[in-house]
């Protein structure tokens, strides 16, 4: 990799423009894979995922595939999945609960913990020189029962690595009445041929929505009024918000945008449609807020529902909506092909209705088959396809350049559509890939 | 008009773009799912790559026809192949009806091929039928997936 000197990958990451390679050369995606997606802390999953000891999922940390698994009734590990012996994934893609993962190919197995217990024809080993387990992920740390990982053995703890972007995860439990969060009701897997950074710079841009999803706030526009409160229609929370992003220039203006040193962004201050995440004078919202008032006290609850943050990205594999509960992880597979997993959580002590709703918005909102989701892929391939020519070799990220306020943990952009958040995401790509 | 024309009328439709047309083949109560999970039964706590009912519906084929409807513009060009129709019930004055589905799709350079199990229920109207409910499941539903922009 010599040839990715930090003065060389220094002059691709200019304060306002970024060079096209960073979306479309493939070495300088397996150099992130092994900088970025090697060091940086991933989110792998959430703790109600892990129920019972043995319960695990897989996962993917770049291009390792892992399991995630609960070793002990109070302990979490992260194991590559790759048998020591002849590199067979020890464990089929999915979840469930096991006691052994023992690799199909000449049934080596492992506990919870990945120590190796047996091996067929151990007589023809020398048995100290056999390996002891399966490759154990050395840091897994959980914020708010979101999990958390790093393929590096040493770095900062999770909790500075998040800096203020834990007020997002705050935000997302702290709504949850008791914060009791559970990942329910399916998990959308969708893919797109482009880069992964695409994905991360849409999320919070207050200036694609007018053009990109134009289509869907016109036919949202044209599509039966909302019922009145209680008497919603079944897709009202996913009208509102397609029209929602219609709003005019002056709200997306208005937001507040945010960024930390460690590349993650925070949209706030977006809303103008209170039925949409307020759910004013619906019944069910109100039972809702009685239930969070029990537990934390009229006042406590009056704040939590009046955080308005919108999307907040982590860099770099993660972007969330803390207020309607849908969570998005990434997983680059190739320069230019990415793979995106989508997961809805349920309040276990709040009114059904709410999670109806949560389902109901992911699948019109954020789903494959989505009326939203579909033009936002549909032009990350198209940016793929322009960056792949090397006719033109930047790309502009300037808008508000120049007028970030530093903040205390980052920059604030002078408005909502201030570029501010992946100037900050470049930032961060730089200090990964040239440590 | 039999059932098995009424099947391969409907695919007709969708393949031609006349997709008003093919609106109108649904009642006003009907449902048109595309599960996200294999067998899955309910559609109000889980996931749908689509779960539309008459008003979505319509809206999804307004959406087709914006000028700046990104990822449909221009529609995908398909082949819907009904196969295996099977009438599993009649009763309460609808017919459901089993079939399988090969569909395979052109865009942007692009031809994917999907694979489904379909259940249509189908109500007798006059000479011909009008769709209650249709029910997609995906073989690959649960797999990572590309965008879907297409009816199926």
């Known amino acids: 990799m010599g040839a990715f000197e930090r003065q060389t990958l220094a002059a691709l990451v200019q304060p306002d423009r970024v060079h096209r390679s960073l979306y479309a050369d493939p070495a300088l995606f397996d150099l992130e894979m092994e900088r970025l997606f090697g060091r940086a802390w991933l989110v792998l999953g959430h703790e109600s995922q892990l129920k019972a000891p043995g319960d695990y999922f897989t996962a993917r940390m770049g291009r390792e595939p892992v399991i995630v698994v609960k070793k ?47 091996v067929p024809f151990a007589d023809g080993y020398d048995r100290e020189k056999l390996p002891r387990g399966l490759k154990v992920v050395p840091r897994v740390a959980a914020y708010r029962g979101f999990i958390f990982a790093s393929l590096s053995p040493s770095g900062e703890s999770l909790e500075s690595f998040l800096g203020q972007a834990k ?37 919070l841009d207050g200036a694609h929505p007018a053009w990109v999803h134009a289509s869907s706030v016109a036919v949202a526009r044209a599509a039966p009024e909302p019922g009145r409160p209680g008497e919603e229609h079944y897709f009202d929370i996913a009208v509102r918000q397609m029209r929602q ?17 460690r590349g993650h962004g925070i949209m706030g201050d977006y809303h103008d449609d209170s039925r949409l995440v307020a759910g004013m004078g619906n019944p ?27 999307n907040t990205v982590i860099y770099p594999s993660c972007s969330f909506m803390s207020q309607f509960r849908q969570l998005r992880i990434l997983q680059p597979l190739a320069v230019d092909r990415t793979a995106v997993h989508t997961y809805s959580f349920r309040m276990p002590q709040a009114p059904p209705s709410m999670f109806r709703d949560t389902v109901a918005f992911s699948n019109v909102v954020n789903g494959t088959g989505s009326w939203v989701l579909t033009d936002d892929l549909e032009v990350y391939e198209r940016i793929q396809r322009g960056f792949a020519s090397g006719a033109v070799e930047w790309a502009q990220i300037g808008r508000g350049f120049g007028r970030d306020a530093a903040e205390p943990d980052g920059l604030r952009g002078a408005t909502g559509t201030s570029e501010v958040y992946i100037r900050a995401q470049m930032r961060a790509w730089l200090d990964y890939m040239a440590e | ?11 007709r439709l969708l393949d031609t773009h006349r997709l008003e047309a093919w609106l109108d083949l649904y009642t006003d109560d009907a449902t048109y799912w595309v599960p996200l999970e294999q067998g899955q039964q309910d559609a109000l706590e889980t996931s749908s790559i689509i779960h539309d009912d008459r008003t979505l519906l319509e809206l999804r084929v307004k959406q087709a026809r914006h000028p700046r409807a990104h990822a449909r513009l221009p529609l995908a060009r398909t082949v819907h192949q009904v196969g295996n129709i099977m009438v599993l019930s009649e009763q309460y004055g609808e017919v459901r009806v089993a079939s399988t589905l090969t569909l395979v799709e052109f865009r942007a350079e692009r031809q994917r091929v999907w694979g489904a199990l379909v259940e249509h229920h189908l109500r007798r109207d006059g000479e011909t039928f009008r769709i209650a409910h249709k029910r997609v499941e995906l073989v690959n539903s649960e797999g990572e997936i590309d965008g879907v922009a297409i009816l199926f």
């Open chain 1, 72 to 118: 002990s009734p109070v302990e979490i590990a992260v194991l590559v999945n790759r048998c020591v012996h002849r590199g067979t994934t020890v464990c089929p893609e999915g979840r469930g609960n096991a006691e052994r993962f023992v690799c199909p190919y000449h049934g080596w197995s492992y506990d919870r913990a990945g120590v190796l217990q047996a």
């Open chain 1, 167 to 203: 007020a997002s995860f705050d935000d997302f439990v702290d709504r949850a009445p008791g914060g009791e969060l559970e990942v329910a009701g399916g998990v959308f897997r969708h893919a797109y041929n482009g880069n992964w950074k695409l994905m991360l710079e849409n999320h």
């Open chain 1, 245 to 261: 992003n219609g709003a005019p220039d002056s709200v997306w203006e208005g937001t507040g945008m945010r960024a930390t040193p």
């Open chain 1, 284 to 310: 069910a919202f109100d039972e809702y807020r009685r239930a969070l008032a029990d537990r934390v006290g009229r006042e406590e609850a009056d704040r939590i529902l009046g955080v308005t943050l919108w």
């Open chain 2, 1 to 11: 008009m039999n059932i098995e024309e009424f099947l391969y009328h409907e695919a």
